[in-house]
């Protein structure tokens, strides 16, 4: 899933490109949601002493728990989501899902003697890992999405990618999803944990694009070859280079083709018709519908709907479904809050760590007086 | 070397206690002009602009340029240490990571030193530019408090309506709706007292409450508050420190929706 650890390297070269804070700073911001990335955590993490939350016949529900209630925190603290799901998979994932297909097989094996041997800590691991988005799971979702107002987008591949250009677009401020292909593709925020489960109290994790471009020193092509150097899900890579040694070799060669020029075949061996060609442009143009086709409407909850929906065989409570309705509601009720950095500009970074070397310091309080200072001392004299 | 003198430490408690709810931490920068501070909080909706000027202090030296981070709840917990009637001396060495509070008795008779660590903070800066507003209000500190405070049991929200015939500041919820009309006084004993209204243009603006509230906290600090506004731009709150500088609040304004 993703690109293999790149969060780990972004948080050891550009630390200065992941902020955290919380959920409610995010207010007034329309957020791109990887929605198939969501349903697959809501039937993992969503569960009632180990076992999925069921309708009365036995259909799990535990998707539509998790959509209903994490899409509600989001829209109470004043976020707008956009949900876009995944459409066909690229013909070049293949040869990642195929290999997850054979894990899902391994899995159901161990399940089966986990259950043999009784052991249960066991048998919930592996019931765990044999989680499937399905058709149906989506369908659902949908259903449940739009009855609460908010929209949704089918990406004609992947939702990742479609994330990505509706943030390039203009059209949302960032993508919210756990996997880090979102920066292969450019989205230029990259939030993670906006999802999680408000018990977990974790920080939402922001990944500015630019900034890691800026902390790697490498440019958006350059990027692109390094995460396929890393291993993505579109094709294999080099046996024995690891993130450490990609990068080393991205800074000294600037793309694939002279890294595989200069490699030591003796030591690494490059798979047979690697396939990165192909790889990198799914990354530099990736299939999706023109963003500016697509309109995105936050209309009023159908409360009837949802309960119809939701309560009776699906087994959710009516009172809280309709209190959730009326938090929906109020959310869009109240008017948005500005934020100061749309009214004043950013300085160029003058931050100086003050054990600096002093000419520094001199340059960035130059910077900062001519924004105020200078105005508020102007013909004052100096005491000394 | 930097060294500032102030007699009276209760300002500078003042100027702390007026910040250290909106923001944790903030970086004082020190130059031969003075103390300056600017810094917006957490969820970038609000910003504090602390000016004290040099020539307000009892004695003034700062060789070089410094930025000290300081943790505001520790500043505060430190000033806490002080006497009303003590005399307050800030230190820092040019290159230090640490900054010293002394604080010495109005007879001499007692001297404490306090020292704190240093951070650093990496801070954006912000260029405000200079803007003339369509209304400029000045009215009592206390009363702007009292409003905000009164105000605020009503709704999230309140909307300063600014007119020829005075200011209206209104909010509305769930339990009803207040509102509370100021009228340009005509003559007044104290100057402090006074409410006055420049307007070009009239407005009307939509805050958050909660910010206003803590915007508040610097009324120690002034008899009169100044509120500038124009549509559609930041509201500024400004609090004069009596020959020593001023301290602004800047407030974004709530938006309506397009969309919904």
């Known amino acids: 899933m993703g690109i293999l650890g790149l969060s780990k390297l972004i948080a050891d070269i550009a630390p200065f490109a992941i902020k955290e804070s919380e959920i409610k700073n995010y207010f007034g911001r329309k957020i791109a949601v990887d929605a198939s990335m969501c349903l697959y955590q809501f039937l993992i993490a969503v569960r ?45 994932k293949s040869g990642e899902l195929a290999k997850r297909a054979e894990k899902r097989e391994e899995a159901q094996k161990q399940l089966e003697k986990a259950i043999e041997a009784g052991d249960e800590a066991e048998v919930d691991k592996f019931n765990r890992r044999l989680v499937r988005v399905t058709k149906n799971h989506v369908a659902e979702a949908k259903e449940l999405i739009r009855l609460m107002g908010v929209p949704f987008v089918e990406a004609p591949c992947e939702a990742e990618a479609q994330c990505a250009a509706l943030v390039k677009a203009g059209k949302v401020y960032g993508t919210a999803t756990e996997d880090m292909d979102a920066l292969t593709f450019g989205s230029n925020v990259m939030l993670r944990h906006l999802t999680a489960s408000e018990a977990r109290k974790l920080p939402v994790k922001e990944f500015s694009y630019e900034k890691v471009l800026k902390g790697f020193e490498l440019n958006k092509d350059e990027f692109i070859d390094l995460c396929i150097l890393m291993g993505c899900d579109y094709c294999e890579t080099i046996r024995g280079v690891g993130p450490k040694r990609a990068v080393e070799m991205i800074n000294t060669y600037r793309n694939i083709e002279t890294i595989l020029d200069n490699l030591d075949t003796k030591k690494y061996v490059v798979p047979e018709n690697w396939n990165f060609e192909t790889a990198r442009k799914l990354f530099i143009a990736p299939e999706v519908t023109d963003p500016s ?20 065989d699906r087994q959710f409570s009516e009172d809280r479904v309709r209190s959730g309705v009326r938090k929906i509601i109020k959310s869009k009720s109240s008017s948005t809050q500005g934020r100061l950095d749309s009214f004043f500009k950013v300085l160029p970074s003058s931050n100086t760590p003050k054990r600096k070397a002093d000419e520094d310091k001199k340059s960035a309080n130059a910077k900062k007086a001519k924004t105020t200072i200078k105005k508020e001392f102007k013909g004052k004299g100096k005491p000394k | ?106 007879n001499q008779e007692k001297v404490s030193d306090y020292e704190m660590k240093l951070m650093n903070l990496d801070q954006e800066h912000l260029g405000i530019p200079e803007t003339e507003y369509s209304c400029v209000v000045k009215m009592p500190s206390m009363e702007f408090a009292r409003i905000c405070r009164d105000l605020a049991q009503f709704g ?105």
């Not at chain 1, 086709?293 to 009776?312: R, Y």
């Not at chain 2, 500043?75 to 307050?88: A, G, H, P, Q, R």
């Not at chain 2, 005509?186 to 009239?202: C, F, G, L, Y």
């Open chain 1, 293 to 312: 086709e697509i309109e995105l409407k936050w209309v009023d909850p159908d409360e009837e709907g949802l309960v119809k929906f939701l309560c009776g």
């Open chain 2, 156 to 260: 999230e929200s309140v909307v300063i309506c600014c007119t020829k015939e005075g200011v209206k500041f209104s909010a509305s919820g769930d339990v009803g709706s207040a509102n509370i009309k100021l009228a340009q006084t005509n003559s007044v004993d104290k100057e402090e007292e006074a409410v006055t209204i420049e307007m070009q243009e009239p407005v009307a603006l939509t805050f958050a409450c909660r910010y206003l509230n803590q915007f508040t906290k610097a009324t120690p600090l002034s008899g009169q508050v100044q509120l500038s506004m124009s549509a559609d731009v930041p509201l500024v709150v400004e609090y004069r420190i009596e020959d020593l500088g001023h301290i602004r609040y800047y407030l974004a304004p709530k938006i309506e929706d397009d969309e919904s």
């Open chain 1, 48 to 92: 009632a002493e180990g076992a999925q939350l069921t309708s009365v016949d036995g259909e799990t529900t535990s998707h539509l728990m998790g959509m209903f209630y994490r899409t509600i925190r989001m829209l109470d603290n004043g976020i707008k989501p956009v949900y876009v799901f995944d459409g066909k998979p690229p013909d070049l």
């Open chain 2, 1 to 106: 070397m930097f060294e500032a003198r102030l007699i009276n430490a209760t300002t500078l408690k003042k100027v702390l206690d007026a910040i250290k709810d909106l923001l944790t931490e903030a970086t004082f920068d020190c130059s031969d002009s003075g103390i300056q501070l600017q810094a917006m909080d957490n969820s970038h909706v609000s910003l504090v602009s602390l000016t004290l000027r040099s020539d307000g202090f009892d004695k003034f030296r700062c060789d070089r340029n410094l930025s000290m981070g300081m943790n505001l709840a520790s500043m505060s917990k430190i000033l806490k240490c002080s006497n009303n009637n003590d005399t307050v001396t800030m230190k820092a060495q040019d290159n230090a990571d640490s900054v010293t509070f002394m604080f010495e008795s109005q």
